[in-house]
């Protein structure tokens, strides 16, 4: 597919903005994440035609089984034919070969999304094989069990999903798959690649290996039924991802190397520092370390406020790449929840109208003011 292909394709693909106009999905990968998916859509959209494809056939044979998927296409070319919308929940590693096959198959226009956890090379290799067509994302939740048996519909309810737009990405294949989680239950929230993969490491594969790395030193301080029997629900709590697949955090861990070599630096030094504090007696420094982590914690997982009332925001934009990923760029940046995002083209050409909700009259100022700075004009209501 060359790149005056993919930019015809990316205009001619269905515009799925407030999902009337689903008809078919392919879930490709049909373990937790696409398993889960396959059940969640089912759920919203009885009449859905669900096609999923694994590497693994009786996993997709179960996902059958359990009413995820409607069929288990035999390869990436039958199950992307003809779907509005294809999804890539398989680990990791294998997107990239998997987005090949994309590239090569006649999968007529549809909008790729990924469910990878590491973004940077994934973005990269999505955009240079389908262009516009498409979109990074990752849902921000999970299990420490896997496969299709812990597949539930209401994994992604309330759940945040990182959407990673790029200067590439096109309006409506973003407002599509949007469209997509939000009828999943899930949140869309946009972030860039790069930053998607700074956090991720210290708020997922950060811990994960923290949590390994503390059952590795307490399995080795003595035997195991008295490992058991000393273990309160602070250890089972703080470890309970260590039981997660090692496979697919090996994967997982290779994709975003630098962003977690980068946290676990920054981990050892304040744990150097923890360690020097404590061996001097510096109780208060001690004290005021917990008393700062405990504060932290606590804000971070209090019960969200309501955000406010919903403000539509409208505005004309010009016709060129990186103009929704500048403006859900600069909402993200502040906060701001956008609830929901359509683009109207217009029949002149050149230029269209952006629409977004946003939760909040102050946030809603806020990116007013800022896109104001970016040359916007921006017309505004209350819901």
Not at 163 to 192: H, I, K, N, Q, W
Not at 203 to 218: G, K, R, Y
Not at 245 to 251: I, M
Request: aromatic fraction near 4%; hydrophobic fraction near 45%; charged fraction near 20%.
């Amino acid at each position: 597919m060359t790149p005056n292909d993919r930019v015809s394709a990316s205009s001619s693909s269905k515009a799925i903005l407030h999902g009337s106009t689903l008809e078919k999905v392919a879930i490709l990968g049909t373990g937790l994440i696409g398993g889960s998916v396959g059940l969640a859509l089912k759920a919203a959209r009885p009449g859905l035609q669900v096609i999923g494809l694994d590497t693994q056939p009786a996993s997709a044979e179960a996902a059958v089984a359990r009413g995820a998927i409607d069929h288990a296409a035999r390869s990436v070319e039958e199950a992307a034919t003809g779907a509005d919308l294809v999804l890539l929940c398989m680990p990791v590693d294998l997107i990239p070969e998997t987005l090949g096959e994309l590239g090569m198959a006649a999968h007529g226009g549809a909008i790729v999304s990924d469910v990878g956890s590491a973004k940077t090379t994934i973005v990269m290799e999505g955009e240079r094989l389908l262009g516009p067509l498409f979109v990074g994302g990752h849902p921000m939740t999970g299990s420490e069990r896997h496969g299709i048996e812990a597949a539930d519909a209401a994994l992604f309810r309330d759940a945040h999903w990182v959407l990673t737009p790029t200067p590439l990405t096109a309006s409506e294949s973003y407002a599509a798959v949007a469209s997509f989680v939000t009828m999943l239950g899930a949140r869309p929230v946009a972030l860039d690649p790069s930053s998607h993969d700074a956090l991720v490491a210290r708020l997922s594969h950060l811990p994960q290996l923290a949590a390994s790395a503390i059952v590795e030193l307490a399995a080795g301080a003595g035997d195991r039924a008295a490992l058991l029997g000393l273990a309160g629900p602070g250890f089972r709590d703080v470890t309970r991802i260590a039981a997660s697949d090692p496979d697919l955090w090996v994967a997982i861990i290779k994709a975003n190397t630098k962003a977690v070599v980068d946290s676990l630096t920054i981990l050892e030094v304040r744990l150097k520092d923890l360690g020097e504090a404590i061996a001097a007696g510096r109780w208060n420094e001690l004290k005021d370390f917990l008393g700062a982590a405990r504060a932290a914690r606590l804000e971070l997982f209090a019960k969200p406020e309501f955000g406010g009332l919903p403000v539509a925001l409208s505005m004309m934009v010009p016709d060129r790449p990186g103009v929704l990923a500048e403006v859900t760029t600069a909402a993200t940046k502040l906060g701001a929840n956008i609830e929901d995002i359509r683009i109207v083209h217009s029949t002149e050409g050149g230029r269209g109208r952006l629409e977004l909700v946003v939760a909040g009259e102050d946030r809603a100022e806020q990116l007013v003011e800022d896109l104001l700075g970016l040359g916007y004009h921006v017309d505004r209501r209350i819901e």
